[in-house]
């Protein structure tokens, strides 16, 4: 792994938390992005190499929305960037994590990504990252 790609932040309200960290971190985001496949809505900001993710469902029976329903809005996800995104799944399913896919999909920000089970990352939500190259 390089290094942490991003920080996912789950949010209820996508304005409402851009106005908020607008101004907490003195920048506007770069890009959003809906992300069908995921039920979300994606804003993405970036300050030096840190990068925060907003997510607001766009499904109210989606991951996101379940998740604000169940833990509140926060933190939802620690994304890590690697050059390999098959090779870094098959190490990781070899040291015993599971993967809550098989393949990578198609993530938001021209990435593609595989998310790793909480019950065996001590109950973080894990992202593995590769960007697509044209």
């Known amino acids: 792994m390089k290094n942490v790609e991003h920080i996912g932040i789950a949010v209820k309200e996508l304005e409402a938390a851009e106005k908020l960290f607008s101004s907490l971190l003195n920048a506007q985001p770069y890009k ?3 992300v069908a496949s995921e039920g979300v809505l994606t804003s993405f900001f970036q300050v030096n190499q840190t990068k925060i993710e907003l997510l607001q469902s766009t499904d109210p029976e989606g991951v996101i929305a379940r998740f604000i329903e169940k833990k509140g809005e926060g933190v939802h996800h620690v ?3 690697v050059d390999d995104i098959v090779l870094e799944m098959e190490r990781l399913k070899k040291e015993g994590f599971a993967l809550l896919s098989e393949t990578p999909k198609p993530g938001a920000d021209n990435k593609l990504v595989c ?4 019950k065996t990352t001590n109950g973080m939500l894990i992202e593995l990252c590769q960007e697509i190259k044209p």
């Open 79 to 81: 994304a890590f960037e």
């Open 115 to 118: 998310f790793l089970h909480p």
């Open 32 to 34: 959003r992005e809906t």
